[in-house]
């Protein structure tokens, strides 16, 4: 079956590294994504990676895809209190043009 | 970017009542949207896709004539929440597909703000 799975909650002090994991079991999904969402709002795409990279760098964003292990993490450098919000991973799933979402993981940055 | 809106925000009704949710791709053409429920902590849950013209499709679990979903246009799916009850209180987001990118994968859908509903 499909199943995304997060961490619920991460909180880092403001200029920090936050690294966001996630788990997926559909080895066959195309892209993986990263979602924000801000509370009360509809969902903003951060980024995406295809399933034959290991890794790709936006800026700030740093995504690593472990395919072996099904294993998804997004990095954010320098944390900034404008980075608190809700990260979604996602896969897509390429039969169905679905994504699965995993829960969510809770980003607090301090000051 | 492409923009999706949704239409109300927020709305609070009492229960028995329906309550229809408009969600409009505003500057591209969507023959595919999707239509999410948000539990409070929660993940998204795909509720429907639907498709215009045709019968939208129900994830299993979710009531087809509790969720009335209709895609008329290449613009606008519409989802109707009939005799809304308490427990249907959620955030309801959508998403659409752009007919011309489909095959981006930074476009693949376009979310919606979504509208909160509360059933009184």
């Known amino acids: 079956g499909e199943d995304v799975e997060q961490s619920l909650f991460l909180s880092v002090r403001e200029g920090d590294s936050s690294v966001i994991n996630c788990t997926y079991t559909d080895s066959s999904s195309t892209y993986l994504y990263w979602y924000k969402q801000e509370p009360g709002a509809g969902l903003q795409l951060l980024t995406y990676i295809f399933s034959n990279m290991d890794m790709k760098q936006d800026q700030r964003l740093t995504v690593l895809l472990n395919k072996k292990d099904k294993h998804l993490s997004l990095r954010i450098a320098d944390t900034q209190t404008g980075d608190s919000a809700i990260y979604f991973c996602?896969?897509?799933?390429?039969?169905?043009?679905?994504?699965?979402f995993g829960s969510g993981t809770r980003l607090l940055v301090r000051p | 970017g492409a923009v999706v809106s949704q239409h109300p925000s927020r709305v609070i009704c009492k229960s028995g009542t329906s309550v229809k949710i408009e969600c409009r791709s505003l500057?591209?053409?969507?023959?595919?949207m999707f239509w999410y429920r948000q539990f409070p902590k929660k993940s998204l849950m795909l509720m429907a896709t639907?498709?215009?013209?045709?019968?939208?499709?129900?994830e299993q679990g979710v009531e087809k004539d509790k969720f009335l979903i209709n895609h008329a246009s290449l613009t606008l799916s519409t989802l109707t929440v009939t005799s809304a009850h308490p427990e249907d209180s959620s955030f309801y987001i959508c998403?659409?597909?752009?007919?011309?990118?489909?095959?981006?994968?930074?476009?693949?859908?376009?979310f919606g703000p979504g509208t909160r509903l509360t059933v009184l």
């Open positions: 639907s498709n215009e013209g045709s019968k939208a499709t129900y």
């Open positions: 500057d591209f053409q969507a023959t595919t």
């Open positions: 998403s659409a597909r752009d007919l011309l990118t489909s095959l981006d994968p930074t476009d693949t859908q376009y």
């Open positions: 996602a896969e897509f799933l390429d039969s169905s043009y679905k994504l699965i």
